[in-house]
C-alpha cells in the first residue's frame, strides 16, 4: 500500500512569510509524529499525535510553531513568520499504534529566504 | 542535549567487509532502540530495532548487539555492499505518554562501502 506521503516536497518561502507543511499518514496509523532533521541539530522531535490529540507540544522549537490532525488522519504543520532558522527538512512518521514501527514519509525542505 | 552520542561520524569500508557503528546513552528509561538508514532526498527507513531484554538481534546482514549495563549499542553490517552507502541513525525512546515512542536520534555516521 501507499507510504507516508508529505507535501510539498519542497518549498523556498521569504522570511516573515507563514507556510503550511501536510502530512498524510498510512492509512490506519493511530499514531504520527513530526521531527525536523538539519544540519546543525541533526533529526529532533517536534510533536506527537496519538489520534486527534497533541498530549505535548512542548517539543515545539517556538510558539511561531503549531499542528493539527484532523480525522485521525491527516496532519499539518504551520510555521508563522518564518525565520531563516526554521530551513530545515520536516518530516512526518506514522505508526499503528504508539508501540510500533514508525515509517517515515520523504520531507518536506522548507527554504527561508 | 545529545541523548544518544554516535561514532564514527564517517566510514569507509571496503566491498565484503564489516561496517561498524557505535551508540551510547545515559537515559535508563529508554527502552526501545532502532537503527535507520537514509537515502539522500528520502525519509529514514527502519532497519533494525533491539529491546532491552535481549543482547542482540540478527536480520539477515545486520546484527544490533546491545550492553545494558554499559547503556551501548551496535550496528554491523557484514559483508557490506555499495548498495549500503547510505547514512545511518541510532535512536532511543522511552514510551511516555505525551510523546509516544519520540525518537532521540544519534548525529548520523556517513557510510561509503567501496567496490
Known amino acids: 500500500g501507499a507510504g507516508v506521503s508529505q507535501s510539498p516536497s519542497n518549498k523556498v518561502t521569504e522570511k516573515g512569510k507563514d507556510v503550511e507543511l501536510r502530512c498524510d499518514p498510512i492509512?490506519?496509523?493511530?499514531?504520527l509524529y513530526w521531527y525536523r532533521q538539519s544540519l546543525g541539530q541533526g533529526l529532533e522531535f517536534l510533536i506527537y499525535f496519538q489520534g486527534n490529540s497533541a498530549p505535548d507540544k512542548s517539543g515545539l522549537p517556538s510558539d511561531r510553531f503549531s499542528a493539527e490532525r484532523t480525522g485521525g488522519s491527516v496532519s499539518t504543520l504551520t510555521i508563522q513568520r518564518t525565520q531563516q532558522e526554521d530551513s530545515a527538512v520536516y518530516l512526518c512518521?506514522?505508526?499503528?499504534?504508539?508501540?510500533?514501527?514508525?515509517?517515515f514519509g520523504p520531507g518536506t525542505r522548507l527554504t527561508v529566504l | 542535549q545529545q541523548q544518544v552520542k554516535q561514532s564514527p561520524q564517517s566510514l569507509i569500508v571496503q566491498k565484503g567487509g564489516i561496517s561498524i557503528i557505535n551508540c551510547a546513552y545515559e537515559?535508563?528509561?529508554?527502552?526501545?532502540f532502532p537503527w535507520y538508514q537514509q537515502f539522500p532526498g528520502k525519509g529514514p527507513a527502519l532497519l533494525i530495532a533491539?529491546?532491552?531484554?535481549?543482547s542482540e538481534k540478527k536480520e539477515g546482514r545486520f546484527t544490533i548487539s546491545f550492553n545494558k549495563s554499559a547503556k551501548q549499542f551496535s550496528l554491523h553490517i557484514m559483508d557490506s555492499q555499495p548498495g549500503d552507502s547510505a547514512t545511518y541513525f541510532c535512536?532511543?525512546?522511552?514510551?511516555?505518554?505525551?510523546?509516544?515512542?519520540?525518537?532521540?536520534f544519534g548525529k548520523g555516521t556517513s557510510l561509503l562501502v567501496t567496490p
Open positions: 512518521a506514522s505508526s499503528w499504534t504508539k508501540y510500533n514501527e514508525q515509517f
Open positions: 537515559n535508563t528509561a529508554f527502552d526501545y
Open positions: 492509512s490506519g496509523h493511530t499514531a
Open positions: 535512536a532511543a525512546s522511552p514510551y511516555n505518554s505525551n510523546s509516544g515512542y519520540a525518537l532521540n
Open positions: 533491539i529491546r532491552p531484554d535481549v
